[in-house]
């Protein structure tokens, strides 16, 4: 059983440049979160998403979106990247029914911006 | 504000020592909380969580963490360090959907 896949694993873009990241979910899971880690930070709540709508978002900018596929599988969208845009960024699933249920982390992006 | 902080930026120890590990957090309401644990070029992974009931819980790896409502705490215990628990530790805060996470605690295990 696959856990949560995040690609690509590393990048590199120049400041005004766009960026695409993909997840894909643990089998059985419906509900993907972003997470932003600056180094050396704790992770930063980006959005979540559930039946392909934006459930909830945290403080980023409308520079930040994203997309929820119908098999679940997310894209996280970054436009006129700015250095400060430079972090890994971890992509978490669970299943939606119960906050009780454990959100297990994929390996993370790490977003490089020159 | 709700808030997670973690006082220690990095420890120290020598394996077979124990570990404690700080977390306090700001929050009005029932907390709901977290333990996650970071390897080098790995996600995260949970250790442990406490939402209602016994203070005192049991994770993987032999971690453990107590909850005290009167001191907004939420410490990570274990007895005996491995060199393989080596690693970031970030403590959470679960509010609706979203995971407040800690600035993290870095653990070093001395030979």
């Known amino acids: 059983d696959a856990g949560v896949t995040q690609s690509p694993t590393h990048l590199i873009k120049t400041r005004g440049q766009q960026v695409t990241l993909r997840c894909s979910p643990k089998?059985?899971?419906?509900?993907v979160s972003w997470y932003q880690q600056a180094l050396g930070q704790g992770p930063q709540f980006i959005f979540q998403?559930?039946?392909?709508?934006?459930?909830q978002r945290g403080n980023f900018p409308d520079r930040f979106s994203g997309h929820q596929f119908p098999n679940y599988s997310s894209e996280l969208n970054v436009n006129a990247l700015l250095l400060g845009d430079s972090a890994l960024y971890l992509c978490a699933s669970r299943i939606r029914d119960s906050l009780y249920n454990e959100q297990f982390f994929g390996p993370g992006t790490r977003l490089t911006v020159l | 504000a709700q808030s997670v902080t973690q006082p220690d930026i990095h420890i120290t120890v020598s394996e077979g020592a124990s570990l404690e590990l700080r977390c306090n957090y700001s929050?009005?309401?029932?907390?709901?909380l977290f333990w996650y644990v970071q390897s080098p070029g790995q996600g995260l992974q949970l250790l442990l969580k406490?939402?209602?009931?016994?203070?005192l819980v049991q994770g993987i790896k032999g971690f453990e963490a107590e909850f005290k409502r009167s001191q907004s705490s939420f410490n990570l215990r274990k007895p005996s360090v491995h060199w393989s628990d080596a690693a970031e530790y970030f403590c959470a805060l679960l509010i609706g959907n979203m995971l407040t996470f800690g600035g993290g605690t870095r653990l070093m295990v001395k030979p």
């Open positions: 929050y009005g309401a029932t907390p709901y």
């Open positions: 406490y939402f209602s009931g016994d203070t």
């Open positions: 089998s059985g899971h419906d509900t």
């Open positions: 998403y559930y039946e392909e709508e934006e459930r």
